[in-house]
């Protein structure tokens, strides 16, 4: 049973930094490309980043670029997501998946997710 577990939300000022873990298991980790998603309230889940299975390419979405960074440890099976500069704006439920192709930023490509973090990012 594959199972995606993220931790590390939590509320935090704004201009603060957090760092969302999220540890799988059940699934050859390092075969498959690690994304990150989010979604805030009345809005549809959005790509924020993703990574190579086997890390050396990543890839953001514009409204995160030069502000987070993916990363992980296929040893330890854990993709990372370090939010640096946080704005009210990135307030949401962050999601961690695994999909099959790198590059490819939509929902439809991941086929196991999470069950979420909330970031909470107050001004």
């Known amino acids: 049973q594959v199972q995606l577990v993220e931790s590390g939300g939590g509320l935090v000022q704004a201009g603060g930094s957090l760092r969302l873990s999220c540890a799988a298991s059940?699934?050859?980790?390092?075969?498959?490309?690690m994304g990150w998603f989010r979604q805030a309230p009345g809005k549809e889940r959005e790509f924020v980043a993703a990574?190579?299975?086997?890390?050396?390419?990543?890839y953001y979405a514009e409204s995160v670029k030069g502000q987070f960074t993916i990363s992980r440890d296929n040893a330890k099976n854990t993709v990372y997501l370090q939010m640096n500069s946080l704005k009210p704006e990135d307030t949401a439920v962050y999601y961690c998946?695994?999909?099959?192709?790198?590059?490819?930023?939509?929902?439809?490509?991941?086929?196991?997710w999470g069950q979420g973090t909330q970031v909470t990012v107050s001004s």
């Open positions: 998946a695994a999909g099959r192709l790198f590059g490819v930023p939509g929902t439809g490509n991941y086929d196991y």
């Open positions: 990574i190579s299975w086997w890390g050396g390419n990543t």
């Open positions: 059940g699934l050859t980790f390092s075969s498959y490309t």
